[in-house]
């Protein structure tokens, strides 16, 4: 029988069925540091970003994290450069509601007729014709949640959706949403160093909704030299990063880490921390690290 944990290691990190019927790989993919400088523009070498996603799915990726803000646009045509037609199983998740006015610069815009034309050209670009998983990037202070949400789910009504998710919010922000629509994830910051969404993690999870924390890693500060994880990887042989993401995936089964990177050799090395098992001892030393 063939091991598809070594062939595929991304399948060790268990599976979760994100809206109660989209099972994915917990550990997944994001594509945000594929961009160039400032998350704008095309990056340095395309052929490299291309092999990265290729590799990814390889691996066992089923989850894809993108956006209409990175690039912008720059990812959501690597990707579908590099794995379309999609395999089955592979699931993009993209999201909306970020403007870009330069390298840098994030500024929310919430109008219901700039989410409904960004949804339309992310399924352009990535040549599909629904997004299983949309989230609204970020929430608009200046438009009504009810309003946002709402595009949404007419969308979803329409079949260009799927489901729905949120990103950056707290649990009566998720609360508010949910009374306008199903929301089936949640994409806040959130690693070992930074638990300021800990509360709604715990609350998603009780409610089966799928936590995503981005900068699972701290972009690598978690993981430099010297750094509180180095002498526990160290003791363990393995990399501090693995160390992390191992953490993530064992403190609740509803998260789904997306570490992100334009190399290959820290994809693989990532992705092989779905098979690190931790023991209760060695979970709460991390866990006491914060």
Known sequence: MTDTSTQKPAAASGTFAIGGDLTVNRIGFGTMQLTG????????DRAG??????????????FIDTADAYGPFVTDG???EALHPYAEGVTIAAKVGNTRPGPGQWVPLGRPEYLRQQVELNLRHLGLD????????RIDANVPLEEQIGALKELQDEGKIRHIGLSEVSIDELKAAQEVAPIASVQNLFNLSNRQSEALLDHVTAENIAFIPWFPLATGELSGEGSPLS???ARHEVAPSQLALAWLLRRSP??????????????EENVAAARLELSDEEFAELDALK
Not at 37 to 44: L, N, Y
Not at 49 to 62: F, H, K, M
Not at 254 to 267: E, F, Q
């Open 130 to 137: 629904r997004l299983d998983l949309l989230q609204l990037h």
């Open 254 to 267: 509803a998260v789904l880490p997306i570490p992100g990177t334009k190399s290959i050799a820290h994809l």
């Open 49 to 62: 970003a291309i092999a990265v996603l290729r590799r990814a799915v390889e691996l066992g990726v089923t």
């Open 37 to 44: 400088p400032g998350v704008w523009g095309e990056p340095a």
């Open 231 to 233: 002498s526990l990887a």
């Open 78 to 80: 690597l990707i579908r």
